[in-house]
Structures are given as structure tokens and as C-alpha cells.
């Protein structure tokens, strides 16, 4: 729901106000419905609203009173109770723009945030102490960027291209070389590819007033292990447990469901978006199903189609074509601020967005975070399989150690500057995954340490593996203006995620369950639920992560990268790019590909239609 921009001078310079105007028209995707600004010459708060509760103009925002103005981008589900808990007043609207509103007044910053739960990002502004609060909820599904100018001005906004677009940001030339490799835009929870200007941090907000910025944590993800818990739900049985997820899950689900504006599905036909769709179903029968059908051998639409029947609903559907990804490789890019590396299916996820826009449909549920908290990715099972499949390496390697010269000679892997590209690949992002690993861990002590490790996968992939996906989503669904929602990403569900034990997460089973991880079931609760409310070759379907025909079938003409961004930060010739291109891997050179894309965009500052006409000349799909 919408999309947030603006600035406030720590020098008290007068801005002008058309820069507010470039910063809307530059997200007007993300909120095409109203947009408005408030402004008084050193601050200024621009809001682009995409309607879904109250659809009328009392929902618009900036929303004031004569002493704040808040601009706020996302939902808070639990809206409703809070408006109960807090002082009686009139309401002009029925949004949960106007309740927020009134928490911050009435709570302040600190107790707000304790009380709200949903996916938000918003600025605050008291115009009393003259002080400025940017904040982003927990998880990060809501995207915030912010920055301070050489002239000591924050910008902050949704987009980055908004901010880059009014004030003065270099990029950064290391962050955008590791850029295809450590995908830092999309993957960092703080650093981008800019010099000081950064994603805030998901779970912080910020205090700015004429003094400077004070970045302030209110929630680590580990916060939630809770040892009583965990021990109480150790005690029941898998039937017990499930049915307890199932309250959990649809409570969610209905509350995902809030909105004046219809609503759809994205479906794949795997377990995690057919069971929302299933649930979903039970209390909003005007849903509609989207999903994306990769033509060939990737296609998943017949089980698309089976959800779809199983239901009765009409399944709409983008029938991709691996020669689309060239025709929307640029303008995807554009709307991505990254080089689509990490998911390459970004391109047929924003064609099936358009799709829903066509169904006058403004949000839809989706199944992200399923797999990271409940252990669905088959590499995390096959953990337990370690030391077996590592067994005749191991043995060799010991047998070598046994020689420090000649171990030194054979294993390559941890000599010289063998392993120095994965620390600088791991230092463009501050290395902040790996300490954050590090220090969290240490919440499930009441573990041995064995049972410390297995469950803390939850945390980490949480921590690590779901904010790629949060950007796609964010990014490729409000390119045509569709908000993406995620049930199982609620604080609710993650709390009890993070302190069920790994047992009912990975199930065992006598059947050969899947090639990956024989004799384990990933999800275990999620299939035993699935079983319940879908058809049991649904509910059963192994994991295959929306495959497409991607980078690696790409094939690139090596005068795609002459004089291009990639040749003069290297500063390499066209002779020079020549032996590059011949002489590397077909899948390294698409990734540079990519890269290039990025850069012609965002660095030459060229037009998207000027980078088709290069992408439909010099690039081309196996």
C-alpha cells in the first residue's frame, strides 16, 4: 500500500518543494490514487496512496493535525483492537492510516511499536520538537531507504531512484563490482550500492532532529524464542500441533484478508499458496487465483489447475515465453534497482502482476516465508546427510593432513587468496548476516548444541534467506501497483515457528519422500495441514521454486559490454572485453549481463527504451 518520500535539513536549509513533486511522480506506480505532500521549507513528506481500506479521500494521506503529519506505507492487522484500546476520540476515516495516527500521538514511538503488528513503513514528523521518526517494521517487508546529503539533508523514500533522482548520491564503484555476485541491493539489510544512502534496517527506526540521527533497535527476530514454549509445545503430539497451527494460520489469513479493494491469490500450484488460497477461500468467496505459466518443462500450471478446480475459481494466468525476458529485462530492472541476479523469475512474477492490475485487483496474498520457517528448502534437510555424502572427501583429507607440505600443495581451498573473493563478496554487506549468526544463536541455549544449531535454522533463513524475496515481490508487484501480503509471515506465526521444535518441521517417513532428502519430509506440519484441506498430490508436491529459463540459457554478444559500465570501471578495452567474454563461463557473462542492464539504467542514466533496443540486439535465449 503506497509508497513514501521525503527530506528534512539537519541545517535548516530551504528545499525547494518541486523536488517533493519529482519524488512522486517517480512512484506514482506504487500509489496511483492520490498523492499529496506537506511541506514547510526545511521538511517535507510526500505520500503516493494505493487504497485498500477506506477508499474514500478521508484515507488520503499526509495525515495531519496541527502538530504531526505522518506518511506511512503498508497495514497494521491488528488495527481494530488497538483503535479499542486507545482513547476515545471521533474517527474521520475507517483506514488504519488514522489509528496509527493516533497511537503515535497518544503512545509515542516505542509503545506503538511494541503494539502494532503488520508490514509498515512510515515517517512521523512533530512539528513541535521539530523532530523527525522514520521506522520499518520487523521483518523489512516493507521497504525504507534513507541518506544524508553533503549538505547534512536526510532524504528518505520507498524507491531509491526517488532519492538519487533530487539529491546528490554517488555509487559506490566496489559495492556495484560485487554487485552480481553478493546481490546487495536485495539481499543487505542496511547497505546499498550508493555511498551513504542505506536501507534502514528492518526491526529500527531513527530519530532525526537538529542534532543528528539516533538509530534505535526495538526488535531482534530471536527476541520471540521463548524456552517455556518451546517445552510446551515439545510435549504435544504432531495431530496436537497441527491443529493448533491451523487457529494460528487462519487467524492470520483473515486478518491478511482486510480490505475495501478486492483481492487475489498468487498461486503455483506447490503447498504453501494453495493452502492460503484454501483458507482464504473459507472466508472471502470472491477471490481470484494468478499464477504465471513458464512455458516448457518448467511449467507448473497444472497444478495450478488443480487448486483452481478443487476450489471452483477461475485461475488466471500470464503465459511466459523465455523470449519475454528479454523484451522486459530492462524495465524490470528499472523498477528492481538491482541487477536481477538472485530470482531471474522477477520478470514473469511483475507480467502476472499485470495481469491482476487487468482484473482490477490491488492485493494479493502470497506464500513467502513458508519455507524459511518451516524448513522447506530441500539443502536445509539435507543437512543431516553431511557427513555421509562428505565421508570419502573427508577421508582423503585426513589422510593428506597427515602431511602439512603436501596437504598445503593438494587443498587450494583456504590457501593464499583462494577463499579472499568470498570475504570480499561477504564484506560489501558488513558481513552482517554472519555476526548476526553469531550472536543469536546463543537464544536457543536451553539446547544442547546439536539441537541449537538445527533450530536456529529457522531464524537464519528468516534473517538471511527471506529479504531477496521480499524485494522481489515488493518490487515486480508494485510495478503494476499490486500489494503483495504474506500470512505466514505474521507475528503470530513466526512466534510459534521460532519455538517449535525441528520434529514437527521435518518429518520422517519410511517412503523414498523425494530424491533430494529420501525418508524426510521438509514442511511436516504444513503438508500434515495441506492434507487436511487440498487434494493429497498438493499437499505433497516436492519444492521447485518457480523455475524459469534464466540466466544461464542467456547468451550475450560480446559487444553488449564495449564502452559500457562494466568495461570503464574496469577500464577495459573492447580487445580486452573480447577475451572476457570467450574465454569465461556463459553464466558469469549473463551475470555481467545483468549487471550491465543495472548500470546502463542507473549509472549511464539511460532510458528504458534505449536499453530494449540494446537487450533485443545483443542478447539472446539456448
Given amino acids: 500500500m503506497c509508497g513514501i518520500s521525503g527530506f528534512y535539513s539537519l541545517n535548516n536549509l530551504k528545499i525547494n518543494k518541486d523536488v517533493l513533486t519529482k519524488m512522486l511522480r517517480l512512484q506514482n506506480h506504487r500509489g496511483p490514487d492520490y498523492c499529496s505532500s506537506y511541506y514547510n521549507g526545511s521538511i517535507g513528506l510526500a505520500h503516493n496512496r494505493l487504497s485498500l481500506l477506506d477508499l474514500s479521500s478521508n484515507g488520503n494521506q499526509p495525515f495531519n493535525n496541527e502538530r504531526y503529519s505522518l506518511v506511512y506505507n503498508g497495514e497494521i492487522y491488528n488495527y481494530l483492537e488497538l483503535k479499542k484500546e486507545l482513547p476515545h476520540e471521533k474517527y474521520a476515516s475507517s483506514s488504519d492510516t488514522e489509528v496509527l495516527f493516533n497511537c503515535l500521538k497518544h503512545w509515542g514511538i516505542a509503545k506503538t511499536l511494541s503494539k502494532i503488528s503488520g508490514m509498515f513503513a512510515f515517517a512521523w514528523y512533530d512539528m513541535k520538537l521539530d523532530q523527525l521518526i522514520i521506522a520499518r517494521d520487523k521483518i523489512g517487508i516493507k521497504p525504507l531507504f534513507y541518506g544524508v546529503d553533503g549538505e547534512k539533508t536526510l532524504w528518505f523514500s520507498s524507491e531509491i531512484k526517488a532519492i538519487i533522482s533530487v539529491a546528490d548520491f554517488a555509487v559506490d564503484d566496489i559495492h556495484m563490482l560485487f554487485s552480481s555476485v553478493s546481490g546487495i541491493n536485495e539481499k543487505s539489510k542496511h547497505k546499498t550500492m550508493w555511498k551513504n544512502l542505506f536501507h534502514l ?64 491469490v498468487f498461486v503455483s500450484g506447490g503447498v504453501d499458496s494453495s493452502l492460503i488460497a484454501s483458507v482464504a477461500n473459507e472466508y472471502q468467496k470472491d477471490l481470484k487465483l494468478f499464477t504465471a505459466n513458464i512455458l516448457g518443462k518448467h511449467s507448473e500450471f497444472a497444478n495450478a489447475k488443480v487448486l483452481a478446480n478443487h476450489l471452483g475459481k477461475e485461475l488466471y494466468s500470464y503465459d511466459f515465453e523465455k523470449n519475454m525476458a528479454i523484451r522486459d529485462f530492462a524495465k524490470a530492472t528499472w523498477h528492481y534497482e538491482s541487477p536481477i541476479t538472485t530470482h531471474f523469475n522477477a520478470i514473469p512474477f511483475s507480467n502476472i502482476a499485470s495481469v491482476t492490475k487487468e482484473q482490477n485487483v490491488k492485493a494479493v496474498l502470497t506464500g513467502e516465508g513458508a519455507d524459511e520457517l518451516f524448513l522447506g528448502y530441500p539443502k536445509l534437510l539435507t543437512k543431516k546427510y553431511n557427513k555421509l555424502i562428505n565421508l570419502p572427501y573427508n577421508i582423503i583429507d585426513y589422510i593428506y593432513s597427515k602431511n602439512s607440505s603436501l596437504y598445503n600443495y593438494v587443498n587450494t581451498r583456504n590457501v593464499g587468496s583462494q577463499g579472499l573473493l568470498n570475504v570480499f563478496e561477504l564484506g560489501t554487506q558488513g558481513f552482517d548476516r554472519q555476526i548476526k549468526r553469531g550472536n543469536n544463536i546463543s537464544a536457543y541455549s536451553f539446547l544442547d548444541k546439536k539441537s541449537q544449531h538445527e533450530h536456529y535454522l529457522t531464524a537464519q533463513m528468516m534473517n538471511e534467506g527471506i529479504t531477496s524475496l ?94 559500457g559500465v562494466f568495461a570503464n570501471l574496469l577500464k577495459l578495452s573492447n580487445n580486452q572485453i573480447d577475451y572476457m567474454c570467450d574465454n569465461s563461463s556463459k553464466y558469469n557473462i549473463s551475470l555481467l549481463a545483468s549487471f550491465e542492464i543495472w548500470g546502463k539504467l542507473f549509472v549511464e542514466n539511460r532510458t528504458i527504451s534505449e536499453v530494449d533496443i540494446l537487450n533485443k540486439e545483443f542478447l539472446s535465449f539456448n
Fill in 470 to 563: 521480499l524485494w522481489r515481490n515488493d518490487r515486480m508487484g508494485m510495478m503494476y501497483s499490486i500489494e503483495s501480503r504474506f500470512p505466514f509471515i505474521d507475528d503470530k506465526v513466526i512466534d510459534f515457528a521460532l519455538n517449535l521444535p525441528i520434529r514437527f518441521k521435518i518429518g520422517l517417513t519410511s517412503n523414498f519422500y523425494n530424491i533430494k532428502h529420501p525418508f524426510l519430509i521438509d514442511k511436516h506440519i504444513i503438508r500434515k495441514l495441506g492434507a487436511m484441506k487440498l487434494p493429497l498430490n498438493l499437499a505433497r508436491k516436492k519444492k521447485n521454486g518457480f523455475p524459469t529459463h534464466g540466466l544461464r540459457d542467456l547468451r550475450v554478444k560480446n559487444q553488449f559490454f564495449y564502452n
Fill in 201 to 264: 534496517s528492518p526491526g529500527h527506526y531513527i530519530e532525526i532532529n537538529k542534532k543528528g540521527l539516533n538509530k534505535i533497535q526495538y526488535y531482534n527476530l530471536t527476541d520471540s524464542v521463548n524456552e517455556m514454549e518451546y517445552n510446551r509445545l515439545n510435549k504435544l503430539s504432531i495431530n496436537e500441533v497441527t491443529h493448533e497451527f491451523e487457529s494460528i494460520f487462519a487467524d492470520s489469513v483473515k486478518r491478511h484478508l482486510a480490505s475495501d479493494a478486492s483481492m487475489g
